[in-house]
């Protein structure tokens, strides 16, 4: 699934086609992928001006003038592509600009959805509504999380993942933060005190930070809007890596819960 950092590098590579551009034509191509396309998508979208594209947790949104913003998400495959040479059977919604520009929402498993919201009203929306504070804005400190964690006995790595305490964390990139800040993925979060909690915040922005430069990491069908690949999956510390050598020269573990995989070094994260 893509994350955080798949999501930003998507809202970037899209930017410089759409920003600024009217958006000429909005075309569903079907009637929906995970939830129904919203049955004025096209009527509420088409004239319109987009004046700016962000990302909140592992959801893009794209503004317009007219007072609304789209929201995406990507779902377990999708992708967007810019100017595709045709279409594809799994390109199910195409936006083209003014300018002649296109780009393709693709989606073959069709786990992701497209909604629209005024954007006065985003903060409202239910899945923005509880989230914590994004991983790479001042909100998130060791006080927050100091907060969020005490008397907690369930692993750190559970409530990392919870979008209540930080909003976007992926199973990825939550392996990689814990062992660049030496925790143990299974300790009691209300266990782990300021001074490592901080060296987890460090860890977290670290990780997201180099994950975008290197254009997220791609898995099996994530690409980003020039077709590129993400190439994080070079830099990967821990996570995949089960059997192979930490740079301590500790054979990394993995562990299967909760159909995810957890993977850690039992000598740099030993507690």
């Known amino acids: 699934m893509p994350e955080l950092p798949e999501v930003e590098t998507t809202v970037r590579g899209l930017a410089p086609v759409l920003e600024g551009q009217r958006l000429a034509r909005v075309l569903p191509r079907r009637a929906d992928l ?48 810019v100017d595709p040479s045709d279409m594809l059977k799994h390109d199910h919604l195409v936006l083209e600009t003014g300018a002649g520009r296109v780009v393709a929402l693709n989606d073959p498993r069709r786990f992701g959805f497209v909604d629209l919201m005024p954007t006065e009203s985003l903060a409202a929306y239910p899945p923005f509504a509880a989230m914590g504070p994004e991983p790479l804005g001042s909100d998130l400190t060791p006080a927050h999380l100091a ?20 909003a976007g964390l992926g199973n990825i990139y939550v392996c990689e933060a814990l062992n660049m800040a030496g925790i143990a993925p299974s300790i009691a979060a209300g266990r782990v005190g300021r001074v490592r909690l901080a060296r987890l915040v460090d860890a977290i922005r670290a990780v997201l930070t180099s994950a975008i430069a290197a254009g997220g990491s791609t898995l099996r069908d994530y690409a980003r809007p020039d077709g590129e690949l993400g190439y994080f999956s070079k830099q990967w510390r821990v996570y995949g890596r089960e059997g192979e050598a930490c740079g301590c020269g500790t054979t990394v573990l993995r562990r299967a819960e909760g159909g995810r995989s957890t993977f850690w070094c039992p000598t740099c994260q030993r507690g």
């Open 147 to 166: 907060a969020a964690f005490k008397g907690r006995v369930s692993p750190i790595k559970a409530l990392l993942l919870d979008q209540r305490i930080v």
């Open 34 to 81: 995970r939830h129904a396309f919203p049955v004025d998508l096209g009527q509420r979208l088409t004239g319109a001006t987009v004046t700016g594209l962000s990302r909140r947790a592992k959801y893009g949104m794209i503004a317009t003038d007219r007072g609304d913003t789209m929201i995406f998400h990507l779902g377990m495959s999708g992708r967007w592509r």
